[in-house]
Every structure is written in C-alpha cells, then in structure tokens.
C-alpha cells in the first residue's frame, strides 16, 4: 500500500522559512510527477508547486521566487522550501504524486497534509 508523509509543518513568523518533507513508502515500481497543494480554511485546494520525474517545475503564481519545489528521486521524496513566508501562506499544504504501483499501476496519491501557519 502506498502512503504520503509529510513533515516539516509548523508556526512562523512573516518573512521567516519552513521547509517541508513529503517521503512515499510502499510497493513503488515508479514515480511521475510529485506537488504541493494548499487549502486554507473556506478555500480550494490550490497547486503551490509541481516538478516532474526530469525536474521540471512549475509555481503558483503567488509563490513564484519565493518557494522551491525539489526531490529526491532516490528517496522518493518531495521537498517545497518556502522562504519570505507571508500570513497569505497560511494553510493546510498536501503533497500530492503521481504513483504507479507494484500491484495496482498508476494512481494519484495525496498525503495527508500538514499545517503551515505564518503570524503578521
């Protein structure tokens, strides 16, 4: 069975940083594309970030030049770095990928998130 973790979560003043963990497990035969999400209280879910198996990415607007999306291919794990944190960043963040699996093939997989708070 194959599960998300994240990690990395937590409380923060404006302008500081977090950086945040997504690590898969399971029977993984490969791994496409690998995201961040964020749903803040009242909103959708909205994609903050997105990469790709070659390392391609893409940003929300709103987080461009100021969050890094990564992975470790190795690890199959996803790392978003957001720096400049801003109250507006306030939110529930979700990792998100594209796993196919041992037994079931390809599927979306979402983990089950982690709360990112920022105080003005």
């Known amino acids: 069975q194959v599960q998300l973790v994240e990690s990395g979560g937590g409380s923060v003043q404006a302008g500081g940083s977090l950086r945040l963990s997504c690590e898969t497990s399971g029977s993984i035969f490969e791994i496409n594309t690998m995201a961040w999400y964020r749903q803040a209280p009242g909103k959708h879910r909205d994609l903050v970030a997105r990469i790709t198996s070659t390392g391609s990415t893409i940003y929300g607007d709103s987080v461009k030049g100021r969050f890094t999306i990564s992975r470790d291919n190795a690890k199959n794990t996803v790392y978003l770095q957001m720096n400049s944190l801003k109250p507006e960043d306030t939110a529930v963040y979700y990792c998100?990928?594209?796993?196919?699996?041992?037994?079931?093939?390809?599927?979306?997989?979402w983990g089950q998130g982690t709360q990112v708070t920022v105080s003005s």
């Open positions: 998100n990928a594209n796993i196919r699996a041992v037994v079931t093939g390809w599927d979306v997989y």
